[in-house]
């Protein structure tokens, strides 16, 4: 059984400008008391083909955590288009949002965002070159994909850690 728990996940100011920050607000409980941080990552991820497109959009610590309800504001940049392959720009990736503690990943919540224009003329005739400005975003904050990954939250105790859980589901 895991320590922390994500209860619920919402995505604000969805749809978006590309360039808009991303923004969550995030609760867990914590069922057991955590000496140190947890690390909250939000990754966008540029190409399906080639992870060195991804991009860390922000990593924040909380903690430590004693045993209870929590809820924060997780505010992004937008990801850095310069370093999306111009091809990988329109069309549909995924964002993720992990929590790991003392180095180890224990969920992660995966969206899928769509990314087109807003306006439908170019949507259907697309310039040349993209033009971010009028490309907006639409995570799909409805259908989150969560993986959970056994650790050892406690490892001052010497437990061995948890039977390995290969799970998909959603919040």
């Not at 590309?18 to 990754?43: M, N, R, T």
């Not at 995570?139 to 056994?150: A, E, G, H, M, Q």
């Amino acid at each position: 059984m895991s320590a922390v728990n994500i209860t619920n996940v919402t995505v604000l100011d969805n749809p978006a400008p590309f360039l808009a920050p991303f923004q969550f607000e995030i609760s867990y409980e914590c069922v057991s008391p955590l000496k140190d941080d947890l690390e909250w990552k939000l990754i966008y991820v540029g190409s399906a083909e080639d992870e060195t497109y991804d991009q860390l959009l922000e990593s924040v610590l909380v903690g430590p955590v004693n045993v209870g309800n929590y809820r924060f504001m997780l505010q992004a940049d937008p990801p850095d288009p310069s370093k999306i392959r111009e091809e990988d720009i329109i069309g549909v990736t995924v964002l993720l949002l992990t929590c790991s503690y003392l180095g180890q990943e224990f969920v992660r919540v995966g969206y899928y965002v769509n990314n087109d224009y807003e306006d439908e003329q170019l949507r259907e005739e697309p310039p040349p070159k993209v033009m971010i400005d009028k490309v907006q975003r639409n995570i799909l904050s409805d259908k989150p994909r969560v993986t959970k990954f056994p650790i050892n939250f406690h490892p001052e105790n010497n437990e061995t850690g948890e039977e390995p859980i290969h799970l998909i589901t959603l919040l």
